[in-house]
């Protein structure tokens, strides 16, 4: 996004979102970006397959007038908000993978708004550090639950014991019991 304009002042035919009733533009993603995108679609897909719960990728996602996103990712669980252009509501999880240029709205007003309409999970996937922040809904709000990071060998083995036992690099989607999402599969061609 390269910077917001005042709602009515043009007409926009180019991706872009709206937050706080102001218009950002959506840049290119980078080559990463769409990669750790595809490969969390597949993932989502493969898994959802049959069941009632349906993945998009990057979807128009409306909650009012002063609030139009297109994140990046999104499980939809209730398919009274899937709309035939758009979902109209809160999708149960929604992934924002971060560029240079979305990153503090995705960190701050995103994360607020989601939390705000009730978005049950969302993650913010890094793709420079390799890292995944996921927050659930509690209380209305968005609170911190995990942050996953795939580690090299080395790190790995830098590690202390006690270190060792405490980081995982799996992720347990909160919508089913059984959906484990490996850090490796997010990150698999990321370079």
Aim: glycine share 4%.
């Amino acid at each position: 996004m390269s910077g917001a304009l005042a709602y009515n002042d043009y007409e926009f035919y180019e991706p872009h979102e709206i937050i706080n009733g102001k218009i950002y533009m959506m840049s290119s993603p980078s080559v990463n970006h769409i990669r750790i995108n595809s490969d969390i679609d597949t993932i989502f897909k493969n898994y959802l397959n049959g069941k009632t719960c349906e993945a998009f990728i990057n979807p128009n996602v409306y909650f009012s007038n002063e609030d139009h996103f297109i994140p990046d990712e999104i499980i939809v669980c209730n398919p009274e908000i899937i709309g035939e252009n758009s979902i109209n509501g809160a999708p149960d999880l929604v992934v924002e993978i971060l560029s240079k240029s979305t990153a503090k709205n995705d960190k701050t007003e995103k994360l607020f708004k989601y939390g705000k309409y009730g978005v049950k999970e969302y993650w913010i996937v890094n793709p420079w550090d390799k890292s995944v922040e996921v927050y659930l809904l509690k209380n209305g709000e968005l609170k911190i639950d995990n942050v996953y990071q795939l580690l090299t060998e080395r790190e790995f083995n830098d590690l202390t014991k006690l270190q060792k036992s405490i980081i995982t690099s799996e992720i347990k989607v909160s919508i089913y019991d059984d959906f484990i999402v490996k850090l490796e599969d997010i990150f698999r061609r990321v370079k």
